[in-house]
């Protein structure tokens, strides 16, 4: 997801990523956590989309948006993918601190205030963290879990049942620059930044983690003008909503951080969950999280020291294939 302030540009790569075949008898088990705005929207539909994945339930956390909005945006989008997954509604504050919205970058809606009809719906729990625990034993040693927000719901988690840590197959975060230039302070990216404390909690917890950042989104899913033409052109109603959606984001971008078009950091951290060989480069390394505030709040630290290394040992991505990513997009979008 994006905030208020971006630094940098990234280079596009090429890269080739083969499709995920399943039957349905080897479905992958999927719980999503999101903060849902215009990103997290398209990476919802990604993730409705892809054969062999069963989506067992989807949290939603403030981040973006307020709960209420991120809520009603997972549920507009769960209808539009025709899906009965159910939804939950989790936190709506950070573990600590006041929640601070990235409205000015998504829209007052989070979809881009283009009059898309995000209200009226009731999502089927106010628990998300049960269910996030529940869903983490009824699939035990298989669930693979992905975060696309501020990670205060699955902080709650950890504390309330620290064993779902062995009991989860996976984790992807979207959240975090692997080169030091972040979207929210020079070093920091918005996700982690809203609630550090939860994030440190996450790392620190024995999850399988694995890091897409910020970084990934702005070198390989920079969605520029012609790009976001020819996915409004497949016709469909998703395609349309997908683009449309990120009418302020895409503003947002020519104002302040120099991208030009819409980025997608959410869909790409989910792309690479769904289809590993989306990411074609990654290490393996140990992060922290710093607190406090000023300028480094919300930094994952690195620490490649060879003699003792501070911090949870966790994947991070550090390159993606462009053409891999784009090809998901529009099988995607054309269902």
């Keep these: 997801m994006i905030s208020r302030r971006q630094f940098g540009l990234g280079a596009l790569a090429l890269g080739t990523a083969p499709a995920f075949a399943a039957t349905a008898t080897t479905a992958r088990p999927f719980f999503i956590d999101s903060d849902t705005a215009s990103d997290d929207a398209v990476a919802l539909m990604l993730a409705f989309a892809e054969p062999g994945i069963d989506i067992v339930g989807i949290s939603t956390v403030a981040g973006n948006v307020p709960l209420d909005s991120a809520t009603q945006t997972a549920l507009y989008v769960r209808e539009l993918c025709r899906s009965k997954t159910p939804i939950h509604a989790g936190a709506d504050r950070p573990l600590t601190r006041d929640l601070e919205t990235a409205q000015d970058v998504h829209g007052k809606d989070g979809m881009g205030d283009v009059g898309l009809p995000v209200g009226g719906r009731k999502p089927d729990s106010r628990d998300g963290v049960g269910a996030l625990i529940e869903a983490a034993h009824r699939h035990a040693g298989r669930l693979e879990l992905v975060t696309l927000g501020p990670l205060t719901n699955i902080a709650v988690a950890l504390?309330?049942?620290?064993?779902?840590?062995?009991?989860?197959?996976?984790?992807?975060?979207?959240?975090?620059?692997?080169?030091?230039?972040?979207?929210?302070?020079?070093?920091?990216?918005?996700?982690?930044?809203?609630?550090?404390?939860?994030?440190?909690?996450?790392?620190?917890?024995?999850?399988?983690?694995?890091?897409?950042?910020?970084?990934?989104?702005?070198?390989?899913?920079?969605?520029?003008?012609?790009?976001?033409?020819?996915?409004?052109?497949?016709?469909?109603?998703?395609?349309?909503?997908?683009?449309?959606?990120?009418?302020?984001?895409?503003?947002?971008?020519?104002?302040?951080?120099?991208?030009?078009?819409?980025?997608?950091?959410?869909?790409?951290?989910?792309?690479?969950?769904?289809?590993?060989?989306?990411?074609?480069?990654?290490?393996?390394?140990?992060?922290?999280?710093?607190?406090?505030?000023?300028?480094?709040?919300?930094?994952?630290?690195?620490?490649?020291?060879?003699i003792g290394p501070k911090g949870a040992a966790i994947g991070v991505v550090e390159e993606a294939s462009r053409q891999g990513f784009m090809a998901m997009m529009r099988e995607a979008l054309a269902h």
Excluded at 160 to 186: F, H, L, Q, W
Excluded at 189 to 201: C, G, Q, S, T, Y
Excluded at 257 to 274: C, E, H, R, T
């Design 159 to 306: 504390r309330r049942a620290p064993e779902i840590a062995r009991m989860i197959k996976s984790c992807t975060v979207m959240g975090g620059v692997a080169d030091y230039v972040g979207n929210i302070t020079p070093v920091s990216e918005f996700n982690i930044w809203v609630d550090p404390e939860a994030a440190e909690i996450t790392l620190r917890s024995g999850l399988a983690i694995d890091m897409v950042g910020w970084d990934i989104s702005r070198k390989y899913a920079v969605i520029d003008d012609a790009d976001a033409a020819s996915l409004r052109a497949i016709g469909t109603e998703r395609a349309r909503v997908a683009v449309d959606c990120q009418k302020v984001l895409r503003a947002f971008n020519e104002r302040v951080s120099g991208l030009k078009g819409f980025d997608l950091p959410d869909p790409i951290a989910m792309a690479v969950a769904l289809r590993p060989a989306i990411a074609t480069k990654r290490r393996t390394d140990h992060a922290s999280v710093i607190g406090g505030e000023g300028p480094t709040r919300g930094m994952v630290m690195f620490d490649e020291s060879p």
